[in-house]
């Protein structure tokens, strides 16, 4: 590995879907590394075991899995710091708990949620931040053992050192400074014998040699905490770099409502993997390079230096966009894949395929193809208001016309049209928007030429005739 080379991670906790917020932290992630040459690491933190489900997690994997996102360290892949499931790290934790024990940087406390809740209230109302109140601090040994022997459990605090500064480089905001007497002494093993979120993740991140970590701003509050944690455990300190968030287009949290749509739901819309990852590196990071990209030029115009300080949002329209693009860039073989069932009432073979070279260029989501599939396959289509105005327009004769010069035009789109010009005296628009709302029903769609291929003489002089009579009311 280069020596910039970063090793950086994903560490989802599987207590609900990846949305696009944590699909750009990972997927930056995962640009990050493979920009230098590192490594990507995926670690699962699940050690709320309320909350965690293992069909969640399983999604969580195949929607990166999905989306491109590969890692080389972490489940089913393995490594040389597994196990990278948390729930499976219970001896290192002890470990690092017993070490900070030793050096006299925790002690338990018995404290109630009711005993914690009312002191936060009491400073909040006389106007301080709201801190433990190292209520537990000074227990004397015999007092803790006591109410253990009368069956209390404790939490375990980490006691966070006196007027210190704790300061990094974050490499997104820049140079940050805390003062660790605002930060009051936290829960580093609940008193239900799990650890907490800062204890493993900071742990785990020294001990997988992630070298940056990146993750949502969210999470800026917590990083002198486990910088803290990791000095005091005498373990290696990542970098670590917060994102911005991504907000909906109307400024507030993504919502249901508003651009939260998760992974899953994109996927099962027909969003197409490639369309995400170009709509996501381009959200909240100047990416220098306006048109498509393939996944595997994603990683050459990365570069963490050019993510923004402010947070992003979300634009349905650049997505679709970049949906757009990427439909156009699939091969027709990737198209007929992506519409999968949708092409079920076609034959299989020549006539999917001719399908698709037609629709390739006026799809963005398999759904839409359905219409077109009827236009091909049944007997008669239904006429829009649109289409209905045209075919009036025309008038019965031209639809006659038209029907009895297809016979000896037969598969010359180019010629029948001609015929059609020279018998009616129409051209252009006026030809063809009558002739295409009469044979599709719409005064849009892919081209007309090849989609009368598909429909066959038959189908399409029932179509005229239909048209005729619609135009003689
Ligand atoms: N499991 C944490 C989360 O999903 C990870 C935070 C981090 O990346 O450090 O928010």
Same mark, same amino acid.
């Given at each position: 590995?280069?020596a910039?080379?970063l090793?950086?991670?994903?560490a989802?906790?599987p207590?609900?879907?990846?949305h +696009?917020g944590n699909a750009r932290?990972a997927?930056f992630?995962?640009?990050a590394?493979r920009?230098? $040459?590192g ?5 699962v933190?699940d050690?709320d075991a309320g909350?965690?489900?293992d069909?969640?997690l399983e *999604?969580?994997?195949?929607d990166l ?5 590969t ?5 089913g ?5 597994g196990p ?8 290192i934790y002890a470990?690092?708990?017993a070490?900070?024990?030793a050096? $006299?940087?925790t002690y ?5 949620? @009711? @005993?914690l809740?009312?002191s936060? !209230? ?8 709201p801190?433990y ?6 227990l004397s040994?015999?007092?803790v ?8 459990a ?7 050192p006196d007027?210190?500064t ?15 007497d605002?930060i009051g002494?936290f829960?580093?093993r609940?008193?239900?014998?799990s650890v907490?979120?800062?204890?493993g993740?900071a742990?785990?991140?020294s001990?997988m040699?992630?070298?940056l970590v990146?993750?949502?701003?969210d999470h +800026?509050?917590n990083t002198?905490?486990?910088?803290l944690l990791l000095?005091?455990l $005498?373990m290696p300190l990542p970098e ?7 907000l909906a287009p109307s400024g507030?949290?993504?919502?249901k409502?508003e651009g939260?749509?998760?992974?899953t739901?994109?996927r099962?819309?027909?969003?197409l993997?490639d369309?995400i990852?170009?709509?996501l590196?381009r959200?909240g ?5 306006d048109?498509?990209?393939a996944m595997d030029?994603?990683a050459?115009?990365?570069?963490l230096?050019?993510t923004?300080?402010?947070?992003a ?5 650049q997505l *679709?966009?970049w ?5 156009t ?5 990737q198209i007929e ?8 009432a ?5 006539e ?5 070279a037609?629709?390739?260029?006026n799809?963005?989501?398999p759904?839409?193809v359905?219409?077109l599939v ?11 208001a649109d289409?209905?105005a045209q075919i009036? @327009?025309?008038g019965p004769?031209f ?5 009895s010069l +297809?016979?000896?035009?037969? $598969?010359?789109? !180019?010629?029948?049209?001609r ?6 005296g129409r051209?252009?628009a006026r030809?063809?928007?009558?002739l295409r709302?009469a044979l599709?029903?719409a005064?849009?769609g892919?081209e007309?030429?090849p989609l ?7 189908r ?14």
């Open positions: 590995m280069p910039t080379a090793i950086t991670r994903f989802p906790s207590t609900g879907a990846l +696009l932290t997927l992630s995962w640009l590394a920009a230098s $040459g490594h990507f690491v995926l670690r933190e050690t909350r965690s489900q069909a969640l *999604r969580q994997l195949d899995r999905w989306l491109g996102i890692w080389d360290e972490g489940p892949v393995g490594g040389p710091h990278y499931r948390q729930s499976e790290r219970g001896s470990e690092a708990l070490k900070l024990e050096g $006299g940087q338990p406390c018995f404290c109630s949620p @009711e @005993e809740q009312l936060r !209230k009491v400073q909040l109302a006389s106007g301080r931040p801190r109140a190292r209520t537990c601090a000074g040994a015999v007092d053992q006591r109410r253990i022997d009368s069956g209390a404790p939490a375990i605090r980490f006691r966070v007027h210190r704790v300061e990094f480089v974050d490499r997104i905001h820049g140079p940050q400074r805390f003062q660790s605002d002494d829960v580093i609940r008193a239900d014998g907490s979120f800062f204890l993740n742990v785990d991140d001990a040699g992630i070298t990146l993750r949502g701003d +800026l509050a002198p905490r486990q910088l000095e005091a $005498g670590y770099g917060h994102l911005p968030l991504v507030t949290p993504l919502s409502r939260a749509a998760s992974l739901d994109l099962a819309q027909g969003y993997p369309a990852c170009n709509y590196i959200l990071h100047a990416c220098g390079h048109g498509w990209l030029q994603l050459s115009h990365f570069d230096a050019r923004s300080h402010s947070a949002r979300f634009d349905e329209a *679709r966009h949906q757009r693009e990427a439909v860039h699939s091969t027709d073989a894949q992506w519409l999968g069932g949708h092409l079920d076609l034959q299989a073979g020549e999917r395929s001719a399908f698709v037609v629709v390739k260029g799809v963005l989501f759904a839409e359905d219409e009827g236009v091909v396959v049944h007997d008669s289509v239904p006429v829009s289409a209905k009036t @327009e025309a004769d639809f006659v016309s038209a029907g +297809l016979a000896t035009n037969a $598969g010359d789109f !180019k010629g029948w049209t015929a059609i010009a020279d018998a009616t051209k252009g030809l063809f928007m009558p709302s599709t029903g005064t849009h892919p007309l030429a009368v291929g598909l429909m066959g003489n038959a399409v002089l029932g179509r005229l005739e239909r048209a005729q009579a619609l135009a003689g009311k």
